[in-house]
């Protein structure tokens, strides 16, 4: 048994909000605010009762509204069933009581029963005056008698822009509002609706739609058949097809925008009209759309009153763009939406322009494509050339529209002028460093390859990893993988642009390779040099540079300068025996007449080792008489040539050892002034007799000489 107490204290009313959304079968919704327990109370539900604006009851038995089963979420809006009320017949008014709980469900209370809020409802007759129609509609607090929502607004919809456009503002009153509109005469459909700010100041009721149509006319619509783009204009053409008749005053053309409404662009006062020219088009930029109006009837106000448009149709905007590198054009296009009968095929067409005459040949066809395609790609174009494309949309109906046209010039990276290798050179480490002069003009990015000629295909192959370089900065490529000591290389520079084509080359670059040799009788001391001519300063070579060093670890200074046709040169180091023996040699040939200072290319270093020269002696005497006292020669007075002064150890360049004739030694000495005098380690006399000399010297180029001699000592009385 359930006990229901009505009207306990403390218990909360619910608070109607506002009445929505109704719709075309008549349903409307009814809003509250959420319960809120004031004592610890439980919701249970909310009954609703429906009367209309005479408190004449309409539900045989309150609306139960309770939480929902699956999720237990309260209540806070009820829509009204359609199978038992009509909002678009009258208003609907609504109270409610607040159903709870304070024992979990055994026994329940009832609040008071909350203030009545209606349904708005609004209603359009055509005026006993021509033209006019009277409107009125009720309060939602109509029961309540409290006006305290905000004003009255009452909208049309625009039948064009599909907007509801607001055409009056009427203060709040309880007693509900009216207005007369003036649409004039003309034949339309006309629709409208309230909207009033709850008074909570955030909801808003929205009543019924009225649909009232007055007057009489043609109501067909307007085909937009397609849209052209005219080839002399770049503007748009709209094309349309419409029953004439007696009473068709004119057009209105309207420009679809991307919100789904439109915008007037152009009105026609001739009735046999099939198109029109927009002015204000953009469609040489951009695809457009426009559709079409008709109006058998002008406004008391002179503007014309359409009917309802039609259809958007949109035009055929193409693109092109030459694909990088090639002599290829990629065309591309949006299909033209709502041409009639649809698109059968698309014809691909291109114009050139003839410098010399400054006009533009015919339109030639390039292709004819089926339906669906938006793209396509022109090859064999001549890269030098600009030219123009269009696109022309044939329907199955036989309307054809043309696209934009559009230009494009072809290009084609500009080329530099031939880099300059201005010289291959030998290092010090052996390997080559080449310079490459770039074209100092040329704003192109290109990239610079060094090759070597593999002589035994005589074939160029890449070496090293390409440079960039733009504006003639200048590059330096050094190749370490040379064996520049036995054989000359030759280089060159390819340059190629940013599509990969080779568009220029440089001169070649060829090292020298010096040889020599010492002249085969040892006592002439001629060393010989012969080396390969350089190849190719741009200016050709001046002068050979013949640079020498008396050992491996001195400076190498000019010797002797060489004319260009010369590749042989001698040189006697005969007079040079003081020096350590081990001469180097480097040729260096010079560019005629370099702009840039001097340019010059260096060969390989060779060094020509000369024997040391050892005079020693057979006998001496030691007996004081300061004549051939010591052995091998006076301290002082040594009889070396071209042997090294000093090794990187810093240890010594010359030993004498003598041995006697059973094998001892007898003297040691590293010092070329430290001689021997005849006597034994302890510094006694030794015997007459025959010794063995062993003379070890350092030759420039760090190798040993070993001498072994027998020498006689003898001391004369």
């Known amino acids: 048994i359930l006990f229901i107490c009505v009207g306990t204290i403390g218990i909360a009313q619910p608070t109607l909000t506002h009445v929505n959304s109704v719709n075309a079968a008549g349903n409307a919704t009814l809003h509250w605010e959420v319960f809120v327990s004031q004592a610890g109370e439980e919701f249970v539900h909310n009954e609703i009762k429906v009367f209309d604006t005479n408190w004449n ?63 708005i409802y609004v209603n359009a007759v055509e005026s006993v005056t021509p033209g006019q129609i009277d409107i009125e509609w009720n309060s939602p607090y109509a029961l309540s008698g409290d006006a305290a929502g905000g004003d009255f607004y009452l909208e049309k919809l625009n039948e064009v822009t599909a907007v509801w456009d607001t055409i009056a503002v009427v203060p709040d009153n309880v007693l509900g509002g009216s207005y007369i509109d003036n649409p004039g005469p003309c034949a339309s459909i006309h629709i409208y609706r309230i909207r009033q700010t709850a008074t909570n100041g955030v909801d808003i009721h929205v009543s019924n739609s009225t649909d009232l149509v007055t007057g009489s006319g043609n109501y067909d619509i307007p085909v937009t058949t397609h849209v052209d783009v005219d080839p002399g204009t770049g503007l748009a053409v709209v094309h349309f097809d419409y029953p004439v008749s007696d009473e068709t005053l004119g057009y209105i053309i309207y420009k679809c925008v ?95 322009f003839d410098t010399p005459t400054g006009l533009w040949s015919s339109w030639m066809e390039l292709e004819v494509l089926t339906d669906g395609f938006g793209s396509y790609v022109h090859e064999g174009a001549d890269v030098n050339s600009t030219y123009r494309y269009r696109i022309l949309a044939q329907s199955t109906s036989g309307y054809v529209a043309r696209s934009n046209s559009y230009e494009l010039t072809f290009t084609y990276p500009d080329a530099p002028a031939d880099p300059v290798l201005s010289r291959a050179s030998v290092m010090a480490d052996k390997s080559v460093e080449i310079v490459v002069e770039t074209d100092p003009t040329s704003t192109e990015i290109c990239s610079y390859q060094l090759e070597r000629l593999f002589e035994f295909d005589n074939s160029w192959v890449p070496i090293l990893e390409p440079q960039l370089s733009s504006l003639g900065i200048p590059l330096s490529f050094v190749d370490s993988s040379a064996d520049t000591d036995s054989k000359s ?56 540079e013949l640079l020498r060093s008396s050992s491996r670890h001195s400076m190498a200074e000019p010797l002797n300068s060489l004319p260009w046709f010369e590749t042989y040169a ?21 560019e005629n007449g370099a702009i840039d200072g001097v340019n010059g290319s260096k060969s390989n270093r060779i060094c020509l080792t000369e024997n040391p020269l050892i005079w020693i002696p057979t006998a001496f005497t030691p007996n004081g008489d300061d004549l051939n006292d010591m052995f091998p020669w006076t ?72 001498i072994t001699q027998s020498v006689q000592l003898h001391r004369p009385q």
Request: aromatic share 10%.
């Open 258 to 352: 991307s919100n789904g409404g439109s915008a007037e662009v152009l009105q026609l006062g001739d009735p046999n009209a099939t198109s029109a020219s927009i002015s204000t088009s953009l469609a040489s930029t951009i695809s457009e759309s426009y559709r079409v109006a008709a109006f058998d009837c002008i406004n008391d106000d002179g503007t014309p009153n359409p009917n309802a448009a039609g259809e958007c149709t949109s035009s055929i905007y193409a693109t092109v763009s030459q694909i990088p590198c090639t002599d290829r054009a990629q065309v591309n296009w949006n299909e033209p939406f709502g041409m009639q009968g649809g698109v059968e095929t698309y014809t691909v067409e291109y114009s050139i």
């Open 57 to 119: 009851i309409l539900s045989p038995q309150p609306h139960i509204v309770g939480p929902n089963t699956d999720t237990g979420v309260l209540p806070t809006g009820w829509v009204m069933p359609n199978f038992l009320y009509n909002a678009n017949n009258f208003a609907h008014c609504y109270a409610a009581e607040q159903i709870t709980t304070l024992d979990g469900g055994a026994t329940v209370d009832a609040s008071p029963t909350s203030p009545a809020l209606c349904s």
């Open 570 to 590: 001698e040189d006697y180091v005969g007079d040079l025996l003081e020096e350590p023996g081990d001469f180097c040699y480097t040729i260096v040939a010079i």
């Open 635 to 706: 301290p002082g007075n040594d009889n070396l040539g071209f042997v090294s002064d000093s090794i990187p150890s810093s240890g010594s360049v010359f030993e004498l050892t003598v041995i006697s004739r059973w094998g001892d030694t007898i003297f040691e000495s590293n010092d070329v002034n430290d001689c021997w005098n005849g006597t034994s380690s302890n510094g006694n006399n030794v015997p007459d007799g025959a010794y063995t000399a062993i003379v070890k010297v350092l030759d420039g180029s760090g190798k040993w000489h070993v």
């Open 489 to 544: 290389y030759t280089y060159r520079c390819v340059v190629t642009n940013e599509c990969g084509a080779v568009v220029a080359t440089s001169n070649i670059g060829k090292t020298i390779l010096l040889q020599g040799w010492r002249s085969e009788d040892p006592e002439v001391f001629m060393n010989n040099l012969l080396w390969s001519e350089y190849e190719e300063f741009p200016l050709g070579v001046s002068s050979y």
